[in-house]
């Protein structure tokens, strides 16, 4: 089955500094690539996502990266703010059968520094 | 809009006691989902539904059933509850099953098993 790893585990930013989370998936059936941010005590959200027919994708602040061939793909945070202090999962999914089979990586604690 | 609604927030259980965690979307979505999250796991999918009436096993099913009661309710039972279900569970939803359809999740439920 698909195996969604994400590194790093815990990240620490100075304010102001850009922040990269890296995943990588094993399944090249997998078509769609959501990210999520989840806040403590909240449920996840999603902040952006990609599908398999785009290399990037960005809005304000965060982009995504897709790289079908090494089966990687990256949120990339600019400008980073207080705020953007969560857990974020990439995640991996493919249609199987009659359902959206979604693999979640275990996540990226971000910290920012003020 | 309320979203993904899921009670309760908090509970405690015995070793072998039984409850039901609720769950209610109010955006008319086809598919319903039940993940739990533990550290280090990421989220993993116990039961789904992809639209009403219908309901099958995800990941890691054991322990547990589902009723998907009309379109908006979809509920996860706990028969015997077991250490092991310690856990946080979060009730999700998403417009139709496949893969690129937003997953949209409640702000989940702590269950404690003693």
């Known amino acids: 089955g698909e195996n969604v790893e994400q590194h790093p585990s815990t990240l620490s930013v100075q304010e102001g500094d850009s922040a990269v989370i890296k995943c990588t998936y094993s399944d090249s059936a997998s078509n769609y690539f959501p990210w999520y941010k989840q806040e403590l005590g909240k449920g996840p959200q999603l902040i952006i996502d990609?599908?398999?027919?785009?290399g990037e994708k960005k809005d304000q602040r965060i982009a995504v990266t897709l790289n079908k061939t090494a089966k990687h793909f990256s949120l990339h945070i600019t400008e980073t703010q207080p705020e953007d202090s969560a857990v974020y999962f990439c995640a991996a999914s493919k249609r199987v059968g009659g359902y959206q089979k979604v693999t979640f990586g275990t996540g990226t604690k971000l910290q920012v520094i003020p | 809009n309320a979203g993904v609604t899921q009670t309760p927030k908090f509970q405690v259980l015995k070793t072998g006691q039984s409850m039901t965690l609720q769950c209610a979307q109010d955006m008319n979505h086809n598919s319903m989902y039940w993940y739990r999250q533990d550290p280090g796991m990421g989220l993993r999918l116990i039961y789904y539904?992809?639209?009403?009436?219908?309901?099958d096993k995800g990941e890691v099913p054991n322990g547990y059933n589902v009723s998907r009661l009309n379109k908006r309710e979809f509920s996860l039972r706990l028969e015997s509850a077991a250490p092991s279900q310690t856990s946080v569970y979060f009730c999700?939803?998403?417009?139709?099953?496949?893969?690129?359809?937003?997953?949209?999740f409640g702000e989940g439920s702590w269950l404690t098993v003693v």
């Open positions: 990609i599908r398999s027919n785009v």
């Open positions: 999700a939803s998403s417009e139709a099953p496949w893969s690129g359809n937003t997953i949209y």
């Open positions: 539904s992809a639209s009403e009436g219908t309901t």
